[in-house]
């Protein structure tokens, strides 16, 4: 069965200073990898993804993210955070034949002044 | 009109009692699911829905069913409320032609049992 595990529950960091929100997953087949964003009383907002292709993908407001598969890690990055980053962040990954993601249990990044 | 709405927003229900939650995703999403997401955890996938039948059901009992209408809207419902079954309910739909990478979330209707 998939499992995603999302090391660090909390993070807290300083307005501009680096992030690194880290995710593992359990899959050794070929699979789906996703971040999602959760702002408070919101759903959850695709943030980046991985298919297939280049192992580092973007996101347009700065994030990337690196899928290892010998690690089967897929940690989310940004060189800068805002206040405005302030969220619930979801790593999640999908079968590439399955019909459902499975989901971190999420690490609450909170951007400090 | 765009994206996945749902309604209602909040509901209270008492312990034993049926619930039904619903959503309206936007035209040409004839693929839903619905995930369940308890306080501090991550979403998990209840079950989806393609063409109005189920075709995909995660571990979650019977009392939890759905349904679809040719006007992409769906509903799940939940019978003999536990307190459990707290959390929120999040509804998720894409075209057919997309994969699991299409999804669009709705905002979610935050269910308490009491």
């Known amino acids: 069965a998939q499992s995603v595990t999302q090391l660090d529950s909390q993070v807290p960091v300083f307005e501009e200073a680096p992030v690194e929100l880290r995710c593992n997953y359990s899959?050794?087949?070929?699979?789906?990898l996703f971040w999602y964003v959760q702002y408070p009383n919101q759903g959850l907002q695709l943030l980046l993804k991985?298919?297939?292709?280049?192992?580092l993908v973007e996101s347009i407001n700065g994030f990337e993210a690196e899928f290892n598969k010998s690690q089967t890690s897929f940690h989310l990055r940004k060189p800068s955070v805002h206040i405005s980053d302030t969220a619930e962040y979801f790593c999640a990954v999908s079968y590439r034949s399955a019909r459902q993601l499975t989901f971190g249990s999420g690490t609450q990044l909170t951007v400090l002044p | 009109e765009t994206g996945v709405t749902q309604s209602p927003t909040h509901l209270i229900k008492t312990r034993g009692q049926q619930v039904t939650l619903r959503c309206s995703s936007q035209s040409g999403h004839n693929t839903v699911s619905w995930y369940q997401q308890a306080l501090g955890q991550g979403p998990q996938f209840i079950f989806q829905y393609y063409r109005e039948e189920e075709n995909g059901r995660g571990n979650f009992p019977p009392r939890f069913s759905g349904l679809q209408f040719p006007n992409y809207s769906s509903e799940l419902n939940v019978n003999a409320l536990e307190l459990d079954d707290s959390a929120l309910y999040l509804c998720?739909?894409?075209?057919?032609?997309?994969?699991?990478?299409?999804?669009?979330f709705g905002s979610g209707t935050r269910l308490t049992v009491v």
């Open positions: 899959s050794s087949v070929s699979v789906y």
């Open positions: 991985y298919l297939s292709g280049s192992t």
């Open positions: 998720a739909s894409r075209p057919a032609t997309s994969t699991n990478y299409g999804y669009t």
